[in-house]
C-alpha cells in the first residue's frame, strides 16, 4: 500500500519563486492536511479538507493556497516563497470528515524546502 | 487556548533502559489522545490512542497512561532499543475534531 505519497523529497527555490507540494492518499480518506514542521515548534496546521470541494485555513495559513479537485490529491501551492517558508512539509490524510478529531492521522514522508 | 505540554523536550538513555514521557494537556473538550513515533526523516506514525474511559494501553514495549482528571498521559518505554530513538508527539483531539500538538520529546538511545 502506498498510503500518502509526497513530492517532492527536497527542493530549493529563490525568494519569490512560487511551486506547488504534491501530495496524494489512496486510502479513500475524506480528511487532508497539511503541516509545517520547524525545529522545536512542533507540527502547525497549514490547511485543511473535509472533502472534495472543501478546503478551510489551519493555524498558519498566509502564503499558501490549497485545492481539492479529488479525494486523491491535495496539493499546496506557495504563491511567492519567502525564506520564512524554510521548513519541512507533511500531508497526512484520516478516516472521516471528523479528520484528527477522532480519526488516526496517516503522514506522507515529508516535503523539505529551503528558500534562498 | 488548548495547549499540550510536553517533557522533557530532550532525554539519552542507554539501551535496555526505561524511560517515561510526559504530556500535560488543558485541550477541552475531549476526545481522545494520540502519541506518535516521529523517526528521523520520515513522517509520524501512530503508536497508540486513548480515550476518556481507558487508563493504561499497551502496544509492545509501549505503555500509555491517561489520567483524565488531571490531563496528564504518559508514555513508558521498557527495555529500549536503539530503534526507540526518534522523537514522540503527543496529539490531543477535541469532540469538533480539533487537533492539538505538542512539541515533541527527542529520545536518543545509546549503545
Known amino acids: ?15 519569490g519563486q512560487s511551486m506547488t507540494l504534491q501530495c496524494a492518499q489512496d486510502m479513500n480518506h475524506e480528511y487532508m492536511s497539511w503541516y509545517r514542521q520547524d525545529p522545536g515548534m512542533g507540527l502547525r ?27 486523491e490529491d491535495f496539493p499546496l501551492r ?16 484520516s478516516r472521516g470528515t471528523s479528520g484528527g478529531g477522532t480519526g488516526e492521522l496517516f503522514f506522507g514522508e515529508g516535503s523539505r524546502l529551503t528558500v534562498l | ?49 486513548m480515550t476518556f474511559s481507558e487508563n493504561t494501553k499497551s502496544n ?6 491517561l489520567d483524565a482528571d488531571t490531563k496528564q498521559s504518559s508514555l513508558h518505554i521498557t527495555a529500549s532499543q536503539l530503534s526507540d530513538s526518534a522523537s514522540y508527539i503527543c496529539v490531543v483531539n477535541t469532540n469538533a475534531g480539533k487537533s492539538t500538538f505538542g512539541d515533541g520529546t527527542t529520545l536518543t538511545v545509546k549503545p
Open chain 1, 45 to 71: 496546521l497549514i490547511h485543511y479538507s473535509v472533502g472534495a470541494g472543501i478546503t478551510d485555513q489551519g493555524e498558519v495559513p498566509n502564503g499558501y493556497n490549497v485545492s481539492r479537485s479529488t479525494t
Open chain 1, 1 to 15: 500500500n502506498a498510503g500518502v505519497t509526497q513530492t517532492p523529497k527536497f527542493q530549493v527555490l529563490k525568494t
Open chain 2, 60 to 65: 509492545g514495549r509501549y505503555t500509555a497512561t
Open chain 2, 1 to 49: 487556548k488548548n495547549q499540550v505540554e510536553q517533557s522533557p523536550q530532550s532525554l539519552i538513555i542507554l539501551e535496555g533502559k526505561n524511560c517515561t514521557l510526559q504530556c500535560n494537556y488543558t485541550v477541552s473538550p475531549f476526545s481522545n489522545l494520540r502519541w506518535y513515533k516521529q523517526d528521523t526523516g520520515r513522517g509520524p506514525v501512530s503508536l497508540t490512542i
Open chain 1, 78 to 93: 506557495l504563491l511567492s516563497a519567502a525564506p520564512s517558508q524554510t521548513s519541512v512539509y507533511f500531508c497526512a490524510s
